[in-house]
């Protein structure tokens, strides 16, 4: 007997939706509601203004791959770092709109390159997602505490990653910076 089977036993309840149930569509759906695998394929992710872009700094050439799949594909525009010294370099000259910040890096940690990037007056509006795989509910305390706007444990869900993504992102702001200007347009 399945799990689900012995609750239904245990409950009394049954598994199949009531006569009078009915599935909103997708449209309908309130932000993060169950929704059948077929809706949530279909159902539009958070779309990325032109020029939005994130920086994702993971030592895991695995977590980076799909963090980058999952953003480019709903044309968000990705930067990659695989230490905390790279990364805080990169988000200063880069200006990201959001961040995804590894804890455990190489060189300095995840802490250090937030605490860093929470001092640097460029940076200390942008969102910080710290990312981790482990289970201790102190490191999430101690990421808020120090500056991060989210806390994500590994593995995660791309429905996961694009409701905070939304959350964090206005999209009346994002991208926050001007529109690069050509050197025909600035009159050279």
């Known amino acids: 007997m399945g799990l689900l089977d012995r609750l239904k036993t245990l409950f009394g309840g049954s598994t199949e939706p009531a006569r009078d149930a009915v599935r909103p569509s997708p449209a309908q759906a309130p932000s993060g509601a169950a929704l059948a695998p077929s809706d949530r394929r279909t159902r539009k992710r958070v779309d990325a203004r032109e ?25 968000y525009v990705t930067l990659e770092a695989a230490t905390g010294e790279q990364g805080v370099e990169l988000a200063r000259r880069e200006q990201p709109d959001l961040i995804f910040l590894d804890i455990i890096l190489p060189g300095i940690d995840g802490f250090a390159a937030l605490r860093q990037m929470r001092r640097d007056q460029a940076l200390r509006g942008v969102p910080v997602i710290m990312i981790s ?56």
């Open 51 to 75: 020029g939005t872009r994130v920086l994702i700094i993971d030592d895991s050439p695995t977590i980076v791959v799909a963090l980058r799949k999952m953003l480019q594909s709903a044309g």
């Open 133 to 188: 795989g482990n289970e201790q509910a102190t490191e999430q305390f101690y990421a808020q505490r120090i500056g991060a706007d989210d806390f994500m444990k590994k593995p995660f869900s791309r429905f996961e990653v694009f409701a905070r993504i939304e959350r964090l992102l206005d999209p009346d702001l994002v991208p926050r910076r001007a529109p690069a200007i050509s050197s025909a347009a600035a009159g050279e």
